[in-house]
Every structure is written in structure tokens, then in C-alpha cells.
């Protein structure tokens, strides 16, 4: 059987563009996740940096 695959996004906004590229190498380093993807990132109204993050639950590399 396959193991199940639980997906998520994170959206926010931070001030500076190298927050996001903080936030992804942090990610991409954790062994529970697979996947991580910046999915968009955006100046907004307020001159704040708003992006969104996808990535996925390795459901195996999950100890109980």
C-alpha cells in the first residue's frame, strides 16, 4: 500500500524578500518535508513581501 501524502500551504508576509528565502532553505532541510515549493511572492499594497509556500508530510519520516 502507499503511503498517504498530506499536503499544506503557508501564506504570510515579512518585510524582506530574504525572509522567504530564510523561511524556504529552513524547510527544505527538515526531513519530515518533501516538496517545498514557493509558490508566489509578491510585493503587496503596503511594500511588504506576500508569498505563499507548498509543501508535503513525509508520513514516514514521522516518529511517533
Sequence with gaps: SSTPVTHFAIAGSTGEQQDVALLLS??????????????SSLRGDEGDIVFTINAAVRHEAVTP
Design 26 to 39: 529552513r524547510l527544505a532541510i527538515l526531513p519530515e518535508l518533501s516538496g517545498v515549493q514557493l509558490i
